[in-house]
């Protein structure tokens, strides 16, 4: 009999197939003692185990590419802490096995992550993935992974570590659906950038009998449990519409009535280049440069090697705009030259521009190697901050913009609630808005982005994230300047509608994502965009701003 169950859809498409459960997780090793003169031995067990777990990281984000190698890469620096396998070598010491060492060292350390605030508590998923790892390998028994398919699935996983959502085989994983995580969680970007259907946040998920049939809407995140027959025509027919939508759409993003809407891509690095070129992306809106710096946490990468890296992303698109935003680190992306160790709450200290202005050479020299990458190109580039709260700190930017020589447009990232009402004072520093909606979600509600538990404040219909964007953008028309979303909001294709009704002026996204808002911003007005953007403002809950939306433009 069919049932719907309801998730947060976060990748859209449609699939239809028979449920495989994820690898269940490693068991815990026994507690079993050593002789003393076995530590040693073992504790080169767990380095060689280690080393090993952190090459297969590095190996498979060198594959994935993009923002998938900086999401492994980061992994791969977990493994290796020096904080973490100096435990492991102390509890070796006083008896323990490699693998019973190794387990609860990352216990230990898991147990501060939960309790250090929900930003760092949204890491514990990735440390659970390289313990399990681990200890795998230290057991000798298979790695916890995507189940051994012949014929096409759908993936059902308590969560989804990067390291797994990365290579998923499209040809096989016909889509997936987690329990936890949330709609700007690494699982949910990445498989926007694969292409593959996704719901995340399902609760129950995983009593979800194996071999069962289901069909997952990734746009509405409905799954159907053992769906009619008319139920599969009825999804089948609405894909095979969509699709033939988006084949037809083509050119500069732009409303019917001809209000142009430039559509973007969010990009990693190189690798993303060119899946954002054939989605017939206008440009860059979001360079994400964090990946360049975690291939060696204990420095910065040489002014030549950003230089090099810079310019195979601004060579693609000759006459096009280039979004750079400067180094973001700290919170979940710690660097150990950079950032600090003992913060209470990293997400709440010194992170993003807070870091760069403490370390003003780093910010110097990413800068330069910027001016050097775009000379004699004639792309539009943009540099951006991260984490911008005032004037003061826009202004700080812009300042050492000028100073490096950069030749390019400066502007500021809002992702703090006070950026976006503060933002004309902001804009008499720099040129331009960007805005950051998964983290300005998760600073406006205080719901970490990777906490399942909290994913309905984390929904980007939210009406007061709404009110935030909306504040953005009337202060940037006031200044004749622009305002474009870089956050996963712009690639809903009826939200990209509402945020164009706001008086957003450009929208990026995953590549993935491009075909559909063109499709769906071609079918409607300015005008139409604009009542959808009030109607959305106007109501109280996010499933009830998506309805009101929804409403005025399909016209019902």
């Known amino acids: 009999m069919e049932t719907t169950l309801r998730g947060v859809g976060v990748s859209h498409g449609v699939a239809i197939g028979e449920v495989r459960h994820m690898g269940t997780a490693v068991l815990e090793p026994p507690a079993k003692r050593i002789p003393a003169d076995e530590a040693e031995r073992e504790q080169g067990r767990a380095r060689q185990a280690v080393e090993a777990v952190a090459a297969d990281l590095i190996a498979r984000g060198n594959l994935a590419g993009g923002e998938a190698q900086a999401v492994l890469e980061a992994q791969a620096l977990m493994a290796q802490d020096p904080e973490l396998m100096a435990d492991v070598d102390r509890r070796i010491a006083v008896g323990s096995t490699a693998e019973r060492a190794v387990y609860d060292a990352f216990a230990a350390y898991r147990a501060l992550l939960a309790g250090a605030g929900e930003y760092l508590a949204g890491r514990v998923a990735d440390l659970d993935d390289v313990r399990n790892r681990i200890v795998a390998r230290l057991l000798g028994v298979p790695m916890p992974g995507v189940p051994d398919s012949d014929e096409p699935y759908v993936l059902i996983a308590r969560d989804l570590a990067p390291a797994d ?161 400067v180094l973001d680190a700290g919170a979940d992306k710690p660097l150990d030259f950079l950032t600090p160790a003992d913060e209470p709450n990293p997400a709440l200290g010194v992170r993003g521009l807070r870091t760069l202005l403490d370390h003003p050479d780093v910010l110097r020299t990413q800068l330069t190697a910027l001016a050097k990458a775009a000379e004699g190109l004639p792309v539009y580039l943009e540099v951006m901050a991260p984490m911008v709260a005032d004037r003061i700190d826009a202004k700080a930017f812009a300042d050492a913009c000028r100073e490096a020589g950069l030749r390019a447009k400066f502007g500021a990232m809002v992702e703090i609630p006070s950026a976006a009402l503060r933002a004309r004072s902001i804009l008499q520093e720099v040129e331009f808005l960007s805005l950051g909606t998964n983290d300005l979600a ?115």
């Open 442 to 556: 998760q600073y406006t509600f205080a719901a970490d982005r990777q906490v399942g538990a909290v994913s309905r404040l984390q929904d980007p219909w939210q009406p007061a994230l709404l009110d935030l964007v909306a504040a953005s953008a009337e202060a940037a028309k006031a200044e004749g300047k622009s305002c474009g979303v870089c956050g996963e909001a712009a690639s809903d294709p009826l939200l990209a509608c509402v945020l164009t009704g706001l008086g957003v002026t450009s929208l990026s996204m995953g590549a993935a994502s491009i075909p559909y808002v063109r499709a769906t911003l071609a079918k409607h007005t300015l005008a139409q965009c604009e009542r959808a953007a009030a109607a959305a403002r106007a109501a109280d809950t996010a499933d009830d701003a998506r309805a009101a939306a929804q409403v005025v433009l399909s016209g019902e």
């Open 165 to 325: 959502t990365a290579l998923l085989d499209p040809t096989l994983v016909l889509g997936f659906v987690t329990e936890e995580g949330g709609p700007t969680s690494h699982s949910a970007i990445l498989a926007r950038a694969l292409g593959v259907p996704a719901v995340v946040a399902l609760p129950g998920a995983g009593e979800l009998v194996e071999g069962t049939v289901i069909a997952v809407d990734g746009s509405t995140g409905e799954i159907f449990v053992e769906p009619s027959a008319e139920k599969r025509v009825e999804m089948e027919k609405a894909a095979a519409e969509r699709k033939a939508a988006l084949a037809s759409s083509s050119g500069p993003g732009a409303t019917s009535d001809g209000h142009k809407v430039p559509l973007l891509a969010n990009v990693g690095g190189p690798g993303d280049v060119a899946a954002a070129v054939e989605a017939g992306a206008e440009g860059v809106g979001l360079f994400r440069t964090e990946f360049l710096f975690l291939d060696d946490s204990k420095q910065a990468p040489s002014e030549e090697k950003q230089v090099e890296a810079y310019r195979k992303v601004l060579e693609a698109f000759p006459e096009g705009r280039v979004v750079v935003r």
